[in-house]
């Protein structure tokens, strides 16, 4: 109001000075026709008008200089108003008596009464419309420094979010140098024990080129030499032959000559005997001298036949030498033969040795082929394993950043909650991103449990002093989403089901009883409670109200509204709201839940002295089983309540479970 006031002003001081400018100030001195004068006298007119107070003939029928003035800027200001109200889309009263008085020069007194009473309803409409935009605009504006300083703290998380993240892509990018410089590693130990390989592999071919032509020469040279060999055995086989026949040849010649000359020798010395006996029987008959000459003359001729015999004896004695000296020659030949028969066999020999050498290191080296090239494909399987395990690890990296991820967005119900966290904006997909999120806390404090229970059977065995057996082995803790633990679960609930309390307001009631299928009916369930939230707030006729019915979460109209009537010919207000929901999220939601009382409150079962609860100190209190009077036996089962968040439970171990982790 202060500002259109003193735009009022400004605006009235600057017409004026604007009419002072123009020169159409009206004076004093002047025609009473027209009123005015002339630009050249106006400091004059002005200056006579300041010092004089009283009218004198001839501004008689003129009127005064401030009347002017005021109407003018009465004119001014309305012309002003006039244009406000029509920028702000509202009515304008001055609007519509202006035409009356728009040929009126001078306005009268009731016409400048009539003037400002419409110009007040305008400014009176002009205030309330301005109320009411500051009472629009005010809690705008604390709504926008509440949104600045939630953007301010978005962005400080943002901003450890993203220092988070460089952090962690720093962690990540050392870790992926650190692997690639593995990778580098061991491709270099890989292409060095690849080249290293060849390089054996390709001396072990060309020393088997070598030794196969060496061993190609050898088998020539073998040839060669049992080709001579079979010669040389065939030669000596003839020799032999030959000596053989030589022998027996010469032997039966010898014998023959011998066998001839023990017959001529018996033959001589028979005739010997018989020239002797004639000899003595001639010397004892007679006695004479030519009987002495003429044994003389035979003495000759037995000498002489005796010397020829001799002689024959010693040529053949120098025979059977010759024959002696023949065969030592062709036993010394055959000694040479066998000797070079034992230098080829033993030529052969080595030359067999050499080449069995030959073939196992043929041998040797194509096993030292197969081990490097077996060595070879364990590193490639080592090179692709590693591979894998990398894939896996990064799978691995990639899971835990889901699953913290997911622990982040949708933390644990029972603990603190933070607000900042909206979620997807679909509460069925919300809803199973924190059963998700449940299961791998459940697991993550499973496994906590398992190592818990190891150190405690070891803290405890040490205490004892004796040493943890190995049959004592702790079992691992059962999933408890598991396919196989789910329908024993849905068994045991199904019996269990009867004589366990449910409250009366449940939308659920009649579905607690069905065996649950996964995720698909959860989504089911979900979205006709999201239908059924959709038609009660499509039909505000109906009667939604009452305490036990749906809470739905919504955005009210602000403070002022209500205030306000409605104006069904003016214009709608800005500041009315649609109930539309704000915490589309499962937390928020179930955050405005707890805070309204929907949970186990409205439904929870009157205490009185005969219902169980759960006393301070823990314990369960057990009271005794309960008999109907119709004659059926009847067994109420104990149920263990967390006095934080009133969750109800049917064993003392899961009771203890969660208050292990509970914070209310």
């Known amino acids: ?59 008689a029928f003129v009127p005064c200089e401030a009347c002017h003035v005021v109407q003018r800027s009465f004119k001014n200001a309305g012309d002003i108003l006039i244009n406000m109200c029509q920028a702000q889309k509202l009515p304008s009263s001055l609007q519509k008596y202006r035409p009356l008085v728009a040929d009126v020069k001078w306005l009268s007194a009731n016409d400048v009464i009539r003037w400002a009473s419409e110009q007040n309803k305008d400014l009176a409409k002009l205030t309330k419309h301005m109320d009411s935009l500051m009472a629009t605009i005010n809690p705008l504006k604390d709504e926008i420094e509440q949104l600045e300083k939630k953007c301010k703290h978005l962005q400080k998380r943002v901003s450890e979010f993203d220092s988070d993240m460089r952090k962690e892509k720093e962690v990540q990018y050392a870790l992926q140098k650190q692997f690639d410089i593995k990778i580098k590693d061991l491709e270099q ?63 039966s010649s010898l014998q023959s000559e011998i066998n001839q000359l023990q017959n001529q020798l018996s033959d001589v010395t028979q005739r010997l005997d018989v020239s ?104 490639e399987e080592s090179i692709t ?17 889901d699953r913290e ?14 607000p900042d966290l909206n979620g997807t904006g679909d509460i069925a997909l919300d809803m199973e991103n924190q059963v998700k999120a449940n299961a791998i806390r459940i697991q993550v404090l499973e496994e906590q449990n398992e190592g818990l229970r190891n150190s405690i059977t070891k803290v405890m065995s040490l205490q004892r002093g004796s040493l943890p057996k190995g049959q004592e082995k702790m079992t691992a ?5 598991s396919t196989d633990n789910l329908d024993r679960v849905k068994d045991n609930h199904r019996t269990e089901e009867d004589h366990v309390w449910q409250p009366e307001s449940s939308v659920y009631a009649s579905e607690k009883t069905r065996p649950s299928s996964g995720y698909q009916n959860n989504s089911e369930k979900i979205t006709n409670r999201a239908k059924y939230i959709a038609t009660v707030k499509t039909n505000p006729q109906r009667d939604v109200t009452t305490p036990g019915d749906e809470f739905v979460v919504g955005k009210g109209r602000p403070p002022s509204a209500s205030k306000r009537k409605d104006n069904t010919g003016s214009r709608p207000n800005s500041g009315k709201a649609i109930n539309t929901p704000v915490n589309t999220s499962s937390i928020s939601a179930y955050l405005q839940l707890k805070k309204a009382g929907k949970l186990n409150m409205t439904d929870s079962p009157p205490k009185d002295k005969s219902f169980p609860t759960r006393p301070t100190s823990g314990k369960p209190h ?30 003392p171990k899961d009771l203890d479970i969660h208050m292990s982790y509970c914070t209310g």
Not at 386 to 401: H, K, Y
Not at 407 to 418: H, K, R, S, W
Not at 632 to 640: H, L, N
């Open 276 to 379: 002797s006996k004639e000899l003595n029987k001639e010397q004892a008959k007679s006695r004479s001298a030519s009987k002495h000459s003429q044994e003389q003359a035979k003495s000759r001729s037995a000498s002489k036949h005796s010397q020829s015999v001799q002689n024959k004896q010693g040529s053949l004695l120098q025979r059977v030498d010759d024959l002696d000296r023949e065969n030592e020659e062709l036993k010394d030949q055959v000694a040479t033969l066998e000797e070079e028969k034992e230098e080829i066999e033993e030529s052969l020999k080595s030359a067999k040795s050499q080449v069995d050498k030959l073939q196992r290191n043929v041998t040797e080296k194509e096993n030292m082929i197969e081990t490097v090239s077996r060595e070879k494909t364990e590193l």
């Open 477 to 481: 803790p059962q999933q408890l989403w």
């Open 189 to 251: 130990s890989h292409n060095e024990t690849v080249s290293i390989v060849t390089r054996q592999k390709n001396e072990i071919l060309q020393d088997k080129q070598s030794l196969e032509t060496e061993v190609s020469k050898l088998k020539t040279h073998l040839e060669q030499q049992q080709k001579l060999l079979i010669e040389i055995e065939n030669t000596k086989s003839t020799l032999e032959k030959d000596l053989k026949e030589n022998k027996a040849n010469a032997i």
């Open 405 to 418: 991820r997911l622990m982040i967005e949708y933390p644990d119900l029972n603990g603190p909650v933070n």
């Open 385 to 401: 394993s590693l591979q894998q395990n990398i894939s896996t690890l990064e799978t691995r990296i990639q899971e835990s950043a």
């Open 1 to 59: 109001m202060k500002k259109l006031t003193e735009d009022f002003s400004t605006q009235s001081m600057s017409s004026a000075t604007s009419l002072i400018s123009e020169g159409t100030v009206p004076s004093k001195f002047g025609n009473v026709t027209t009123g005015y004068l002339s630009p050249i006298k106006m400091e004059e007119i002005a200056r006579e008008a300041c010092s004089k107070n009283t009218q004198t003939l001839e501004t």
């Open 622 to 651: 057990r009271s005794p089983p309960v008999h109907n009077d119709g004659g059926e036996d009847y067994t109420r089962k104990i149920s263990y309540t967390c006095q934080n968040c009133d969750k109800m439970y049917s064993k």
